[in-house]
């Protein structure tokens, strides 16, 4: 597993969840069927809450040495545009990914939503990976989700501060956070449905997607 896991505090996600005003405006654009419609309308809600979480948690993990705000972001310069390009194509393929879909959001923030199934799928699984270059563009989300979620996790991925969630409902999702630097967010989420990955392949697909996309960077 490529993660390091510190021996940090665990958070209540009712105590972090976050407060915002970009409900449905947030993916304007683009046309979709009603599954993959109910799929990002999902993937916001989801977004929100995931995002609130790894923030809180990433800030409070200075203790652990990782890179705080205020140095180098590690990516930057991401847009609609250049979203879905944080994910190569070899580990597309690798996923299995059917569709790439760029979305963009507000305060400059972006997100790519990495289909492994069809469009229109009845029970859709893919990931989602986005960037958000401010405080501002993480917490501008909106708020609220009916998943069981578990606790936050703490953890390190390549050496940087990161929170990691499982939620659990008719759909399962995996979702981490990680802070790349001068106030930047990842965000990587790994979805499909009820118990169609072990709680294990969920953290750790999320973990090495997260890994590879800041390894590429570096590169």
Do not use: N
């Not at 939503?113 to 270059?133: C, N, S």
């Not at 169609?196 to 996309?213: I, K, M, N």
Request: net charge negative.
């Amino acid at each position: 597993m490529v993660s390091e896991e510190t021996s940090t505090h665990e958070s209540d996600p009712a105590m972090v969840s976050p407060v915002g005003s970009a409900g449905s405006a947030a993916f304007p654009k683009r046309r979709r069927g009603p599954g993959t419609s109910m799929l990002v309308l999902t993937a916001a809600v989801s977004l929100a809450v995931g995002a609130g979480i790894g923030y809180a948690i990433a800030r409070a993990s200075g203790s652990t040495g990782a890179t705080a705000s205020g140095t180098a972001p590690t990516i930057a310069g991401i847009s609609e545009g250049t979203v879905c390009k944080l994910v190569s194509d070899a580990m597309q393929q690798q996923l299995s990914i059917r569709e790439a879909s760029p979305i963009s959001e507000e305060q400059g923030g972006a997100s790519c939503y990495l289909m492994m199934t069809e469009d229109g799928a009845a029970e859709p699984a893919g990931f989602v990976v986005a960037f958000y270059p401010t405080t501002e563009s993480l917490q501008q989300t909106v708020d609220g989700t009916d998943v069981i979620p578990e606790k936050a996790e703490p953890l390190l991925i390549e050496g940087r501060a990161a929170a990691r969630q499982v939620l659990y409902g008719d759909t399962w999702k995996a979702q981490l956070t990680v802070d790349v630097g001068d106030g930047a967010t990842l965000y990587v989420e790994r979805f499909g449905p009820k118990e169609s990955l072990s709680e294990r392949e969920l953290r750790r697909s999320v973990d090495d997607l997260a890994a590879s996309v800041l390894k590429s960077q570096k590169g």
